[in-house]
């Protein structure tokens, strides 16, 4: 996996009050990524190394606070989450899905899924 990860990348910011972006590409600890759509012009430095498609902070989101995406709630910080870090399960909880939070971190699958 860390071959395929870029030394900077893109996210896409939905909503110009989304304090989370999208990623385009895999992105390497300590990358530059470029910030498209509602946030044009903004960087932030990945504070870890995150997937294509996932969420990345755009600013530090305290514990509690909303995870804003398409201008709307998406979900809650379970713990403080710091600019540039990758939000997924392990700190972010949804506001739709009581079980989202025991989802594994991986593949997203609920833990009574069994696979043949």
């Known amino acids: 996996m860390q071959g395929l990860m870029s030394a900077s990348a893109s996210a ?6 989304d304090n989370v ?5 895999d992105v390497a600890d300590a990358a530059e990524v470029r910030i498209t759509g509602e946030g044009r012009g903004a960087s932030i430095t990945a504070a870890n190394p995150i997937r ?20 709307f709630p998406i979900g809650h910080a379970t713990r403080a ?4 870090e990758w939000v997924h399960l392990h700190n972010c909880a949804s506001n ?3 079980k989202s939070s025991s989802l594994d971190l991986v593949s997203g699958a609920r833990p009574e899924t069994r696979y043949a």
Request: proline share 5%; hydrophobic share 45%.
């Open 12 to 17: 896409f910011q939905i909503h110009a009050d």
């Open 21 to 25: 972006a999208t990623l385009l590409a």
């Open 96 to 98: 739709f899905d009581a």
């Open 81 to 84: 989450i710091s600019a540039g």
């Open 52 to 71: 294509s498609g996932h969420k990345i902070a755009l600013h530090a989101i305290p514990e509690g606070d909303p995870v804003l995406k398409y201008g």
